[in-house]
């Protein structure tokens, strides 16, 4: 299913809302996006190997995490009851949907999708470094296990903000069957209303689906019982002390005394119909019977192949993990490329640009650059390549940041 045609339904539908997201998190100015294939979130040992060649080898907080890497290969286990634990704290600040999010189609357009900071994949990393056994560091080299780890951190926001993708495409299916929107005004009524409460019923079973998945293919067999180990652990530790709503995923946890832990399936789908209902009837606690959305599951999939649309976003000033090369799509803001433009000796043209695009005139040459948060990657390829030095995209972050 391609996007376009989603776009031009809501359009026609007047349900497209572009700028009215409920969500808190938005690509800040300054920020560089970069495009993550999609195969890498579905990890086998040949995209673990792809991924691997595009990491930086220099890059300070990967070489940090390999010192470490060592440091727990020469203790063994002990280093476990030392580090148990330490990062407490962090661990609460590793927020889902400030550290990743989602974008709505509805509220985004063409710019829909699933963005994720690199700074908190890789304290993410750290949590789940401390957390593993190490007889996982038999299983490969430091550097590869270390891309693993990585994998395994961007997995889990992953699965998190994949389910808000979900409950999107319940909205679209029910828009269609119903001929209105309940996915708009569930997110004004509901989800908007309720989000910071432990009312916010979705936020609990999104953290909730990304533990449950992570025992299903293809994540159970690619991350191996170490790895899927310490994130169950780490996902245990950290719904425990998530804010309001997203802490209500223990709900649907029970930790065994041999340390094992459950995942409570039947309740987890009696809350996911509790939550299509709340969808359908707009109400927080809906009248109808919850029971029969059972009958209707199917309704919450995904409409996309599992992985489209997933950015790192790599803060002003700092060094992407994740090395640029030809397949790489990155992208700025227009504002960042008119900083760009000003660089290269262009003037704001006051003349011509209404709105939505600006003028640039260097001598006889005039350049529009259109408004967006984020330039499409076609549209920033072509603003760099009109430039005297005929840029390429791969150039784009050294020039954002000034060199
Ligand atoms: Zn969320």
Known sequence: MDDQKLIQFLERENALRVNESPYPTEVGEEDVVIEIPKQILLPTKKTTGQFLEKLD??????????????????????????????GHEDVQSLEWDVCAWYQPIHYYGHSWG?????????????????????????EGPPWEQLGRLLIASATLYFLHEHYHHKVECFGFRMHVALHKSVYLPYKEHIYRK???????????????????????????????????????????????????GYRRAQDFLKRHPSGKI?????????????????????????????????IASHMMRSKFTHASNIKFIVPPGRRPIYRSGLS???????????????????????????????????????????EHKTLPKGLAKKLLKALDAGYKLEDLPRLVRGK
């Open 57 to 86: 080898p220099q890059h300070e907080e990967l070489l940090e995490l390999i010192r470490e890497i060592k440091k727990r290969i020469n203790h063994g286990n002990d280093y476990i009851r030392t580090h148990e634990d330490s």
């Open 194 to 244: 309720y989000f910071g409460s432990d009312l916010c019923l979705e936020e609990a079973l999104a953290n909730a689906d990304s533990f449950r998945r992570l025992r299903d293919q293809p994540y159970k067999d690619t991350l191996g019982s170490h790895l899927r180990t310490a994130c169950e652990n780490y996902l245990h530790a950290q719904f425990r002390c998530a804010s309001p």
């Open 328 to 370: 790489l799509a990155f992208s700025c803001s227009t504002i960042q490329m008119k900083k760009l433009y000003t660089r290269q000796g262009y003037v704001e043209d006051s003349a011509g640009g209404k709105g939505s695009h600006t003028k640039y005139r260097k001598g006889d040459h005039v350049q529009i650059i259109p």
């Open 114 to 138: 699933i963005y994720m900071r690199q700074d908190c994949i890789i304290r993410q990393t750290w949590q789940l470094l401390r957390r593993v056994h190490h007889d996982f560091f038999k």
């Open 262 to 294: 459950e995942f409570l399936e039947a309740d987890f789908l009696a809350k996911e119909n509790e939550l299509q209902a709340t969808m359908q009837e707009c109400l927080v606690t809906p009248t109808g019977v919850c029971d029969d959305w059972g």
